[in-house]
T-cell receptor, first 115, second 114 residues
Framework: AQKVTQAQTEISVVEKEDVTLDCVYE???????LFWYKQPPSGELVFLIR??????QNEISGRYSWNFQKSTSSFNFTITASQVVDSAVYFC????????????FGSGTQLTVLP | DTGVSQNPRHKITKRGQNVTFRCDPI?????LYWYRQTLGQGPEFLTY????????KSRLLSDRFSAERPKGSFSTLEIQRTEQGDSAMYLC????????????FGQGTRLTVV
């Protein structure tokens, strides 16, 4: 069985603050992929990043960065200098070789960036 | 191609009625997924197609639910004898692969059963 936990239900920050969204995962498989998706009010899930279990290098894309640590089974997401347009629900998800046909999502973190 | 398209975007139905949703995936994607999302939760897997073959169904998919993908292109999800507990957002996604490629999601169909 696999599981994704996003302990932060809601986070509010003021524009230009940095914010980190936490994600902890569980899987027995050694081959797996981790994802982050953004869900704005329109409802469509927007893909942000994919990392495989063999690549622990951190990644930066503009104001976004991801910290993958196998030792703590975590895949945290940081937004630097947040903007109002970053307000959305963010989901962490996992797919593994043992259940390769389905993504397992966390319950999401509602991020509100205040002007 | 503009992405995964779902219709209708919203559906209100009376308990006991049947409803059908449609999903048009990205054209070159042979894998198609249905997920259900309730308020405050992440999407939960319902079923998966590779081309026209339905290869996996979640235990969440009761016998009132049926999905088809007759020609390996668009898919339909039908719910018979709807119940209030069926109220949710139904999301469709498509991908080229599954383990190592991202799934692209549609905007979903929000079902309200009254």
């Amino acid at each position: 069985a696999q599981k994704v936990t996003q302990a932060q239900t809601e986070i509010s920050v003021v524009e230009k603050e940095d914010v980190t969204l936490d994600c902890v995962y569980e899987t027995r498989d050694t081959t797996y992929y981790l994802f982050w998706y953004k869900q704005p009010p329109s409802g469509e899930l927007v893909f942000l990043i994919r990392r495989n279990s063999f690549d622990e290098q951190n990644e930066i894309s503009g104001r976004y960065s991801w910290n993958f640590q196998k030792s703590t089974s975590s895949f945290n997401f940081t937004i630097t200098a947040s903007q109002v347009v970053d307000s959305a629900v963010y989901f962490c998800a996992l797919i593994s070789s043992g259940s390769a046909r389905q993504l397992t999502f966390g319950s999401g973190t509602q991020l509100t960036v205040l002007p | 191609d503009t992405g995964v398209s779902q219709n209708p975007r919203h559906k209100i139905t009376k308990r006991g009625q049947n409803v059908t949703f449609r999903c048009d995936p990205i054209s070159e994607h042979n894998r198609l997924y249905w997920y259900r999302q309730t308020l405050g939760q992440g999407p939960e897997f319902l079923t998966y197609f590779q081309n026209e073959a339905q290869l996996e169904k979640s235990r969440l998919l009761s016998d009132r639910f049926s999905a088809e993908r007759p020609k390996g292109s668009f898919s339909t999800l039908e719910i018979q004898r709807t119940e209030q507990g069926d109220s949710a957002m139904y999301l469709c996604a498509s991908s080229r692969g599954h383990l190592n490629t991202e799934a692209f999601f549609g905007q979903g169909t929000r079902l309200t059963v009254v």
